[in-house]
Nanobody
């Protein structure tokens, strides 16, 4: 199976920064893309950032210019650098991997357990 372990969430004041990490491990054969979604109370889960195997990125409109996604391929790890944080960024952030595992042999989404990010005003 594929396991995703997130770290780096917490409480920060508006205007501050946080860096999230997500390490994928297990029986991974290939990674198509990895990234982050977030979900605030009472709202739908939304894409924050995505990074594919070709190095292309995609960001949600609300975080463009403030958040940056990067990766360490050797460690199957992605990072989300979040700057100029706003109270509206408060949410649970979920890491995902769109991967092929040795068990399933087809592309599917795997999810982390989520990490809370709280931005105070």
């Amino acid at each position: 199976q594929v396991e995703l372990v997130e770290s780096g969430g917490g409480l920060v004041q508006a205007g501050g920064s946080l860096r999230l990490s997500c390490a994928a491990s297990g029986s991974i054969l290939s990674i198509n893309n990895m990234g982050w979604y977030r979900q605030a109370p009472g709202k739908q889960r939304e894409l924050v950032a995505m990074l594919n195997s070709g190095g292309n990125t995609n960001y949600g409109d609300s975080v463009k210019g403030r958040f940056t996604i990067s990766r360490d391929n050797a460690k199957n790890t992605v990072f989300l650098q979040m700057n100029s944080l706003k109270p509206a960024d408060t949410a649970v952030y979920y890491c995902y991997c769109n991967c092929v595992s040795s068990e399933n042999r087809y592309l599917r989404m795997y999810w982390g357990q989520g990490t809370q990010v709280t931005v105070s005003s």
